[in-house]
């Protein structure tokens, strides 16, 4: 009989060195950061606390969000995915054509959708398990094949006159209800369900042993290779809802320029939110608060009239602050 069977409290101190807070101190500072930022952002440019601001601010958040649970779980195990812009792109061109051709309603847009992303995030999570290749090299891999993919669906020109089947996760009146977004409002549904995942079920505190030590996860009995596929094709999953609502916020026509720079969004929120780059430490509400620090950033910019590239020097920033800490955070714990 092993030491956690006979004694309870051993077994809660062991999953206590795995899990993190109930609340971290990260998630504090980002709380806080976002509170001034929104106050300053108030004051500066009194229209940015209007609801005319803050609905397409969180409606920009949204998708953002809900890749980066994805990508929790991704980075959480020691793996990237570096794919999700040619993912987007698939996903929501497919979804935008049948949606013009055969006028697919809502629910099955959505769920094709979100099939596609399955498939495609499927591809990564078994090249990865089974590849023995690092994530980045395989997720750079299927990025441009994925690309390839979408300009051939787009077959060299924009889908046009798209119907608003989708205006429900739009920015639009249909899209909100008593002025909360509805696609922000999935995101923190799905965040709050993801935290609950990774904290208090066993296949979650899974996915913090495998990117803490993948051969000890292995001895321990916890299958790896099928949880690594299983995360990369929760990714794609959230891609496909994501491309649903990017195409719900854009206008009747969907261009090759879809999902351009959205994996680097994700990843900032991702460690700005404080998962560690290294694996086996990550929270999902960290994220989500770290995608709505960035889009913050990103709408202040704007709002103040100041040149947009700032908005990349101060998420910068604020992505070498968090993973310095991260760090020096790993160098202390590892000191004798």
Known sequence: MTATETDPSAGRQAIGRILPPVVTGQEVVLLVV?????????????????????????????PVALMGIGMTFVIITAGIDVSIAGMIMVCAVITA???????????????VAMAVGALL?????????????????????????????????????????????L????????????????????AVVAVAAAWWFL?????????????????????????????????YALTGVM??????????????????S??????????AAVVIGGTSIMGGRGSVVGTLLGALLVQSVRSGVTQLGWPSQLAFLFVGL????????DLLRERARRAP
């Open 239 to 256: 891609v496909g809802l994501s491309a649903c609502i990017t195409i719900a916020t854009g206008t009747s026509t969907l261009d090759q």
């Open 167 to 186: 205006s429900v996760f739009g920015r639009g009146a249909a899209g909100s209800t008593f002025g909360v977004p509805h696609s922000f409002a999935i």
């Open 318 to 325: 604020f992505i070498i602050i968090a993973v310095g800490t």
């Open 97 to 111: 054509k049948l949606l013009v051709t055969v006028n697919l309603p809502l629910l099955p847009a959505v769920l």
């Open 121 to 165: 995030g499927t591809v990564n999570g078994v090249l990865v398990a089974y590849g023995r290749v690092h994530p980045i090299i395989i997720t750079f891999g299927t990025w441009n094949l994925f690309l390839y993919i979408g300009y051939r669906v787009f077959d060299s020109s924009t889908v046009n006159g798209i119907p608003g089947t």
């Open 258 to 267: 879809v999902g351009q720079g959205k994996e680097l969004e994700v990843i």
């Open 34 to 62: 976002v509170a001034v930022l929104w106050v300053l952002l108030g004051l500066f440019t009194p229209s940015f606390l209007t609801l005319g601001s803050i609905g397409p601010l969180l409606v920009a958040v949204a």
């Open 199 to 231: 904290r208090y079920t066993r296949p979650g505190r899974n996915l913090y042993a495998i990117g803490g030590d993948q051969e000890a996860a292995r001895l321990a009995g916890i299958a790896v290779r099928p949880r690594l596929v299983w995360v």
